[in-house]
């Protein structure tokens, strides 16, 4: 009987130079993972000490309100469908400082005869959708922002007009 041999060939670990080029690789690859979670920590603790600041910024500054008591009521210069169309709206205005709470409220009466005018402009129809509502707000705060600056030009203004109450008939 024949005797059946297998050949078995063993080879010797990696040569000298391949180990090195191998550690090399993995000492460069590790760099870089490092110096990556190093730019990824140090840009979230940037954005959190920001945020801090900007925490801190907002609670220095509390709002200040103040309520227009009267109502204002209008009827429309354009009316919808040629029915008499009116439109009621009370509010509030909002600040961070007194200095612009207390401007607005010494020259209330001019303030509420230019929002009058701005409100007997409207369209029934365009205030109708809530875009519309929210641009007469923007309006609305545009145009007491710009007499309070020609009253004192100091002032900064207010942050936002509230229509608490809005019914149109």
């Given amino acids: ?15 000298k ?3 090195i080029i191998m550690i090399i690789g993995i000492v460069v690859l590790l760099s870089v993972i490092g ?5 990824w920590l140090s840009k979230d603790a940037a954005s959190d000490e920001s945020t801090e600041d900007a925490e801190v910024a907002v609670e220095k500054a509390t709002p200040v309100y103040h309520e227009v008591t009267a109502p204002f009521i209008v009827n429309f210069s354009e009316q919808s469908n ?5 439109l009621q709206i009370k509010m509030k205005v909002m600040a961070r400082d007194q200095a612009s709470i207390d401007l607005f409220a010494l020259h209330e009466p001019a303030l509420v005869h230019e929002l009058l005018m701005l409100f007997y ?17 923007q309006e609305s705060l545009e145009t007491i922002n710009r007499f ?5 030009s100091d002032i900064t203004g ?5 229509f608490t109450s809005l019914v149109m008939q």
Avoid at 1 to 15: H, N, T, Y
Avoid at 82 to 86: E, L, Q, S, T
Avoid at 148 to 152: N, R, S
């Fill in 35 to 39: 110096a990556g979670v190093y730019w």
């Fill in 1 to 15: 009987m024949a005797e059946i041999q297998k050949d078995i060939e063993l080879k010797q670990g990696m040569s």
């Fill in 82 to 86: 040629d029915r008499v169309r009116y």
């Fill in 148 to 152: 309070l600056k020609q009253q004192d």
């Fill in 158 to 162: 207010l942050e936002a007009v509230y």
């Fill in 17 to 19: 130079k391949t180990k």
């Fill in 121 to 137: 402009s409207q369209n029934y129809d365009d205030l109708s959708t809530t875009e519309g509502t929210q641009a007469l707000q």
